[in-house]
Each structure stands twice: as structure tokens, then as C-alpha cells.
């Protein structure tokens, strides 16, 4: 598989949104004995190309564990949001501008009193999560 294009890197106003959406999500895909596989990656893609914000599950010690969310997210393509446990949440806008459900705060500007303006985001991943089996 052939290595995307990275992602722009995330303000922290950024990754503390797409934390805030991925709350209520479930991991989609799970890192395994056998590490970061082709396989793996390929799973990465089509859930990223699906979801734009995904998490995955990372079962590997502790020390391993930012380096295989990093190495998934160069080879994809995406941003690391965070990483909570075992826990990483991968972010990458739909490649076609029409298909984007998230707007990120760097990409709308917030108002002066820190009020976000509104994002039609939050139906599509409270859709998205509902399909998922998630809360909202």
C-alpha cells in the first residue's frame, strides 16, 4: 500500500474537538499480536474513507502503542487527535469537499466570547454513531 499524503497538523483547538466527537464512538478497527499489517492499514483506509473520525484500538504494551498510532496515521494519511489507554483517535477529511461531515474550529473561526458557531458535524456524527450502536 502506498503512503498518503500527511495530514496537516491539528491546532489544539482542533484535536480537542474531534475528542469531544469521538466520545460516544466505538473503536472500528483493532490493532492485534500482529502489529500494523497491510491488512490493518487497508481497514484504517476504508473506515477513515467511511467516517473521517475513527478510533482504534491499540492492544500492544504501553511503550508500543504511540508509535503504532503514529505509524498508522503516516501511512493513512490522517492526523492523530489523541490517545487515551489503548485508545486512538485518527481524523481525515473526506477527500471530496461535499462528503466533509466535520468542520473543524480552525476551518470556521469561533466567535469573540469562544462560542463556536454551528456545525452541521454534530447530526452527522450523532447519525453516525447511532448506526454504530453508540449513545448520543
Known amino acids: 500500500m502506498e503512503s498518503r499524503r500527511e495530514q496537516e497538523p491539528l491546532s489544539g483547538a482542533d484535536r480537542r474537538y474531534l475528542r469531544?466527537?469521538?466520545?460516544?464512538?466505538?473503536?472500528?478497527?483493532?490493532?492485534?499480536?500482529?502489529?500494523?499489517?497491510?491488512?490493518?492499514?487497508?481497514?484504517?483506509?476504508?473506515?477513515?474513507?467511511?467516517?473521517?473520525?475513527?478510533?482504534?484500538?491499540?492492544?500492544?504494551?504501553?511503550?508500543?502503542?504511540?508509535?503504532?498510532?503514529?505509524?498508522?496515521?503516516?501511512?493513512?494519511?490522517?492526523?492523530?487527535?489523541?490517545?487515551?489507554?489503548?485508545?486512538?483517535?485518527?481524523?481525515?477529511?473526506?477527500?471530496?469537499?461535499?462528503r466533509r461531515s466535520i468542520v473543524l474550529p480552525s476551518q470556521r473561526g469561533e466567535g469573540e466570547d469562544g462560542s463556536e458557531a454551528a456545525d452541521p458535524a454534530h447530526a452527522a456524527l450523532d447519525a453516525s454513531a447511532a448506526a454504530h450502536g453508540s449513545p448520543t
Open 20 to 98: 469531544r466527537l469521538a466520545h460516544g464512538l466505538h473503536p472500528v478497527v483493532q490493532v492485534g499480536a500482529s502489529g500494523v499489517s497491510e491488512r490493518l492499514l487497508e481497514a484504517v483506509e476504508t473506515a477513515l474513507s467511511d467516517h473521517e473520525l475513527i478510533k482504534v484500538r491499540i492492544a500492544a504494551e504501553r511503550a508500543l502503542r504511540k508509535g503504532a498510532a503514529q505509524q498508522i496515521a503516516r501511512a493513512t494519511g490522517s492526523a492523530l487527535a489523541g490517545s487515551i489507554g489503548q485508545l486512538a483517535i485518527l481524523y481525515r477529511p473526506a477527500t471530496d469537499r461535499e
